[in-house]
């Protein structure tokens, strides 16, 4: 199975390990990893602080990043991060006036 790597920015930024070992565990398991040039943030941190405007652009570069790579499911070493992108991404989008994002998003978010 082709797997994509859904970092998430905390543990990019605080447990950097935590991704790695997620990453020996799946290719032991013998997944294919891949690494999704420019993911970043899931917007969790900005929706839950209101500040829904800024969240916007942070939806769309996530969707754009996991929309480009071939893969059969994303993992996250995130649960609130897998939560945001089903339940907060499509909603941000939607407030955003971007239905066609918010059907994206919500694909995306179902693989993960």
């Known amino acids: 199975m082709r797997i994509a790597l859904f970092a ?30 420019g993911q970043g943030c899931c917007s969790q941190m900005h929706v839950n602080s209101g500040y829904f405007d800024d969240a916007l652009p942070v939806v769309r570069n ?9 893969y059969d499911v994303a993992v996250a070493p995130s649960g609130s991060c897998v939560a945001s992108l089903g339940h907060q991404q499509p909603m941000i989008a939607r407030a955003g ?12 978010a179902a693989t993960t």
Do not use: K
Not at 62 to 70: L, R
Not at 102 to 108: D, G, L, S
């Open 8 to 37: 998430t920015c905390i543990v990019d930024a605080m447990y950097p390990r935590v991704a790695l070992a997620t990453v020996r565990v799946l290719e032991r398991l013998g997944h294919e990893v891949v690494f999704p040039p």
């Open 97 to 108: 006036g971007d239905e066609a994002l918010a059907q994206e998003a919500a694909a995306v």
């Open 62 to 70: 996530h969707v754009q990043a996991f929309s480009a790579v071939d």
